[in-house]
């Protein structure tokens, strides 16, 4: 017998055998793609720190639908930037606002996509935090009706799931209540339910215009450190009725995601952040990447660690290329 008998490369000679055993596979489905909607936009706006991305007017909504559904993406998050902020974020839970009118924009348009909206108040304060300030803190349990409000007008629009991501404990359950209430229980929630204090987030806050400013948001987001207790929130959330888990940012936080995906009999989401997305289209622009191995590879490596769903920026591009390539670099 010729040595050795047992020849791993067999499976790996041609790009045919290669997709035929693929352990993990991507699609169109599985990707999210973030939008941005600003109230006073008259037409889209380039985002600089995050290029290729932009800040869209709600009433070129409907054709960009158009082509997300097109390219056989099925889902998109919203994030809404209001024509004026307040102490209380009274435009997160206004019927008439900035996200509120895309959600019915889009539904109206392509009313197969998936819209699912940022539940949270950080893009509507004045202060840029994620609740209401009390002597110099977010008060937790008051930042919780304001949650339940946004959830239920953004509902109320026709969003076919709200997503909170502010990280005050007990959001889940108020949402949940509020919903059930209001005659919405069958909108699932998906939570940020393992949200970290991440450096990775600043393209993001750029575009959203969400900078706290003051202090940080260390004292309700995660601690970096912290690996056990992402499960701890994942358990609370689940009791108190979230739907769908996720966990942000996604690649330095693989570990956390494979935990929540073993621990858990759950759908899990991963947010492919701004930062992570940033540093790519630097890179590239550089010519210090081949932009499109290393996104495929990085999604990959996302799911493969347990993302059944994972929310990017860079979902048009890679829509297509999952659907039209071997999907991993040579």
């Known amino acids: 017998m010729s040595f050795p008998a047992t020849r791993l490369r067999r499976l790996r000679r041609t790009g045919a055998l290669r997709a035929l055993t693929r352990e993990t596979r991507l699609s169109p489905e599985s990707l999210i793609y973030p939008l941005f909607v600003d109230a006073a936009a008259q037409q889209p706006t380039p985002i600089a720190s995050m ?10 909504l409907p054709a960009l639908a158009r082509d997300i559904v ?7 998050m919203l994030f809404g930037l209001p024509l004026e902020k307040d102490e209380v974020g009274t435009g ?34 004045s202060h840029g935090h994620c609740g209401v300030i009390v002597n110099g803190d977010v008060d937790n349990d008051a ?7 946004t959830a239920v007008s953004q509902a109320a629009a026709g969003a076919d799931m709200v997503a909170p991501s502010d990280m005050m404990d007990g ?5 949940r209540c509020a919903l059930d209430e209001s005659g919405f229980a069958a909108l699932p929630i998906m939570s940020y339910a393992a949200k970290y204090a991440s450096a990775f987030y600043g393209p993001f806050r750029d575009a959203a215009d969400c900078a706290p400013q003051f202090g940080d948001r260390r004292s309700y987001q995660m ?24 966990v942000k940012p996604a690649l330095p936080y693989l570990d956390i995601i494979a935990d929540v995906h073993r621990a858990f009999s759950v759908p899990v989401a991963a ?35 347990g993302a059944q769903m994972i929310l990017t920026y860079h979902a048009l591009e ?13």
Do not use: F
């Open 51 to 60: 290029p290729g991305q932009y800040r869209h007017p709600v009433g070129t």
């Open 70 to 76: 097109d390219r056989g993406i099925g889902s998109v």
């Open 92 to 125: 997160a839970y206004d019927a008439d606002g900035v996200v509120q009118r895309a959600v019915q924009e889009i539904k109206s348009a392509q009313p197969e996509l998936i819209v699912i909206t940022d539940t949270c108040l950080d893009e509507y304060t």
């Open 143 to 149: 930042t919780l009706e304001l949650l339940a409000r």
């Open 171 to 175: 959001r889940v359950g108020a949402i």
């Open 223 to 246: 601690d970096p450190a912290n690996r056990r207790e992402a499960l701890r929130e994942v358990e609370l959330d689940l009791a108190e009725g979230a739907d769908i888990i996720m």
């Open 271 to 305: 947010y492919n952040v701004s930062g992570e997305y940033a540093m790519i289209k630097a890179a590239a622009q550089q010519g210090w990447l081949d932009e499109r191995a290393t996104i495929l590879e990085i999604l990959t490596a996302i799911a493969r660690a």
């Open 318 to 330: 890679a829509a297509e290329w999952v659907e039209h390539s071997d999907a991993r670099p040579s």
